[in-house]
């Protein structure tokens, strides 16, 4: 059975279909889903399919690019949405430069990172942390809060793997999905290959990242065997030991 660590089934994506799909995961060899708040009412819908779905827990949080929704009044909603009872990680929060240029937006960004980090911290829960061209940033951000005292794991992982020991050694998880299928992903790959099995998790991103031969496709969790498959081949070991081994990783961090 397979632990899907990051998906967006409330996405718009699959308002045709939803019902079925997420009543098939399950017979199609996906144990657990962590659906993942990306913004204030994402945070809502993805409580939502947690209160329906025996298998799918949440994350509570805003992503970077959407942080214009955060005000006091709804991160203290965020706030009692961390203490939900199927609530098990905070995020996804982070840093995004790819989309967002501006200084000022970029220091916005961080000064809400670094409370929904300290948020984590306060509810005892783990972080989905989203980082896309400002790795540094995130080290520091990180580094100012202590963040290697809040268990997390670094979804969508796209840095280079000495960077990726450096997530390792705060105590981070690194989050693996169908990117590491492209012929043209040579540092996940090589990520995939340097660091401890013990620190990989499966995830989708779904509807996003649908790995090869699906590339360019709406993603859902039954594509997660191609991201076993590619990690077994580019460790040397079965696809049974990495099924095995990201559940308990999973477990441990979510406490499923």
């Not at 006091?72 to 009692?80: A, C, D, G």
């Amino acid at each position: 059975m397979i632990f899907e660590t990051h998906a967006h089934y409330d996405d718009e994506k699959f308002d045709a279909d939803r019902e079925a799909l997420l009543a098939g995961l399950p017979k199609a060899g996906i144990e657990f889903v962590i659906n993942v708040g990306a913004s204030i009412d994402s945070t809502r819908t993805t409580l939502g399919l947690a209160e329906k779905y025996d298998y799918i827990y949440a994350a509570v949080g805003v992503h970077p690019s959407e942080i214009g929704g955060l005000n006091e009044e709804t991160f203290r909603w965020l706030k009692e949405a961390a203490k939900e009872e199927k609530t098990v990680a905070v995020g996804e929060i982070g840093l995004d430069y790819y989309w967002e240029k501006e200084p000022s937006v970029q220091q916005r960004q961080r000064e809400w990172f670094a409370r929904q980090l300290q948020l984590a911290r306060e509810v005892s829960l783990p972080v989905i942390i989203h980082s896309r061209d400002a790795a540094a940033d995130t080290i520091k951000v990180m580094e100012s809060v202590h963040a290697e005292e809040i268990p997390g794991v670094i979804h969508c992982y796209s840095y280079s793997p000495e960077l990726a020991r450096e997530f390792v050694k705060m105590g981070y998880y690194i989050g693996v999905g169908g990117v590491v299928t492209f012929k043209n992903a040579k540092k996940l790959k090589e990520t995939v290959k340097e660091i401890p099995l013990e620190r990989i998790l499966l995830e989708t991103d779904c509807p996003y990242m649908a790995p090869e031969p699906h590339r360019g496709t709406r993603n859902d969790s039954t594509n997660l065997p191609y991201v076993v498959a590619e990690i077994a081949a580019l460790r040397g070991i079965t696809e049974q030991e990495v099924m095995e081994a990201t559940r308990q990783n999973a477990a441990n961090l979510f406490g499923i």
